[in-house]
């Protein structure tokens, strides 16, 4: 949450830096990343799968975190 991120078009994919990391992503995941919108379960699902190898890369370097989803009010 508290890592610094950008990304630049490489080729067909696109090279996204992280903490001074360079790593290969499709664009797609590359613009994601560089959101402040969470991956969801629907988008994770969506990911090919180096996406989500790259996307658990991050959270296991403590780039990025995972969280609890909002708590949704049941209609009264």
């Not at 992280?18 to 969470?38: I, Q």
């Not at 370097?61 to 909002?70: C, D, E, R």
């Amino acid at each position: 949450p508290w890592s610094r991120v950008a990304w630049a078009r490489a080729g067909r994919g696109a090279t996204l830096f992280v903490a001074g990391l360079a790593l290969p992503a499709s664009r797609a995941f590359a613009v994601r990343a560089c959101t402040d919108e969470a991956f969801d379960a629907i988008a994770v699902g969506t990911l090919a799968d180096a996406d989500r190898t790259r996307l658990l890369e991050l959270v296991n370097l403590g780039h990025f975190a995972m969280t609890k989803p909002p708590r949704r009010r049941s209609a009264p």
